[in-house]
């Protein structure tokens, strides 16, 4: 009866942690968010292609927040949204008739903490660090750094690395690495193995179709105004 059972089972349940797109609402005005998202998706159409995104609610007043025409507005622009976090009852029921999961993640996981490794010699003056990592970082975990990141190991896939400056990993780089993530475009990325689901550098993007295979150690720079690649 036991055979029977486990060929015949429809599914299996398992645990996975995946990376979602949070659009963190700030403003009511349905035509100010579909006018700022074109110009976001414009920038780097094959980022948002078909992405996940989650809808946090929590700065905004939820009863002026028409949850429906702000989806119509993210799929427009190829984007599906999943899910909300920070609204009220109200929109909780409603995102729940529209089919999407409600969260209850608090919003200080959506944004970079303050760094470990930032610290203060005086008020008002802030001393930025290189953080190092000298573990695997694992598929889901996100690493954030104020200043240069250093991973002395492997970037598993769907894995992401964010830093203001430059990103070095001394291993094989896998999943998303966002370099220079407040602009600076003097920023670079460098790796033993290159083999990335996605890199951008001051928010130019190249995702892995666009990625030109690489045999050793490289380096990623913005040059033009565009992603470049070249060996070390």
């Not at 999943?82 to 089919?99: F, Y």
């Not at 928010?203 to 030109?212: K, N, P, T, V």
Request: proline share 3%; net charge negative; hydrophobic share 45%.
């Amino acid at each position: 009866m036991t055979d029977n059972l486990l060929k015949s089972q429809a599914f299996k349940l398992k645990g996975r942690l995946y990376t979602f797109t949070v659009l963190s609402i700030l403003d009511t005005d349905s035509n100010l968010f579909a006018q700022q998202l074109a110009d976001v998706v414009a920038q780097a159409p094959r980022l948002f292609k078909q992405a996940a995104v989650v809808f946090d609610c929590s700065a905004i007043n939820s009863a002026q927040f028409d949850l429906q025409l702000f989806c119509q507005h993210a799929r427009s622009h190829g984007l599906v949204p999943v899910a909300i976090q920070g609204g009220n009852a109200a929109l909780d029921t409603l995102a729940q008739c529209q089919g999407l999961a409600i969260l209850n993640a608090s919003s200080t996981h959506d944004k970079p903490l303050l760094d470990k490794n930032v610290e203060t010699e005086s008020p008002g003056h802030e001393v930025i660090r290189t953080k190092l990592l000298t573990t695997p970082v694992r598929s889901g975990q996100q690493v954030v750094s104020r200043g240069d990141l250093v991973i002395t190991s492997a970037v598993s896939h769907g894995a992401e690395l964010l830093a203001d400056g430059n990103i070095h990993v001394y291993g094989a780089l896998r999943g998303r690495a966002l370099a220079g993530i407040a602009g600076d475009k003097q920023a670079r990325i460098f790796c033993q193995s290159l083999e990335a689901e996605l890199l951008s550098i001051a928010g130019f993007y190249r995702l892995s179709d666009a990625i030109e295979p690489i045999t050793g150690p490289c380096q990623i720079f913005i040059q033009d105004d565009r992603i470049q690649i070249e060996p070390l």
